[in-house]
């Protein structure tokens, strides 16, 4: 019983030295622990109110296009894309400023929008779609090579089909039949057999079949 009494003393006394050689460093990592659990916890409060704050805009950009506000409606992309360029309603509102000026036959402003849209938009789903956007656009301003590198620079996982017949569309614009060709069956193979796209897609098929048989 007395060796189990000195053992218990013994022990207490190593543990207490312990804490005086290594109690303040303890104290430390406490601290910083406590200073990082709680900075991180403010940094996801600031950045679900920053969302919640670009979310609300976009709300209200929507608002002001239906209500044929552009001037006002500029204002607030203007205000998304430099105040909240990281999230994705900034996003969102740049592709919607796009279509806007495509419709107005301002491709250059439309490609611009695009473009600072794809910067910014990270790995977020909605890339590929911006870069079938954006090809399309510079196929329709007469761009078929800029069109050509944005698709085969692009990582259009889902869209393989359309990502394909753009490809076509912009090498039949540049007199590359063939690889056209290539890119027609591509774009067919990767098709539901039911996708209503099939008879048009076929449609540009036979054409570059009819052209071939004209020139040679």
């Given amino acids: 019983m007395a060796f189990d009494a ?10 207490q030295q312990w804490l005086r050689q290594n109690g303040l460093s303890i104290a430390i990592g406490i601290v910083i622990g406590l200073v990082a659990i709680f900075g991180w916890q403010q940094w996801r409060n600031h950045q679900a109110t920053r969302e919640m704050e670009a979310s609300n805009l976009y709300q209200q950009l929507q608002t002001a296009l239906a209500a044929g506000k552009d001037t006002q409606a500029d204002q607030i992309i203007g205000r998304l894309q430099n105040d909240y360029a990281k999230s994705a309603y900034a996003v969102f509102a740049a592709s919607d400023r796009a279509q806007r000026q495509v419709e107005a036959n301002q491709l250059d ?16 789903p909605l890339k590929p779609l911006i870069e079938l956007r ?15 590198a944005t698709l085969d620079a692009g990582a259009s996982k889902g869209y393989e089909a359309l990502r ?16 056209a060709r290539k890119a027609y069956q591509a774009a067919l193979a990767a ?18 079949a009819v052209a071939g048989k004209q020139g040679a």
């Fill in 191 to 208: 098709m539901g057999e039911d996708a209503p796209q099939r008879a048009a897609l076929q449609l540009k098929l036979d054409d570059l």
């Fill in 134 to 148: 954006m090809a399309k656009v510079q196929l329709a301003a007469g761009k078929a090579s800029d069109a050509l």
């Fill in 109 to 124: 402003k439309a490609l611009a929008s695009l473009q600072w849209a794809r910067s910014h938009v990270g790995d977020n």
């Fill in 164 to 179: 394909q017949e753009l490809r076509g569309d912009a090498l039949v614009k540049l007199g590359r039949a063939d690889a």
């Fill in 6 to 15: 000195y053992d218990d003393y013994e022990q207490g006394e190593r543990v």
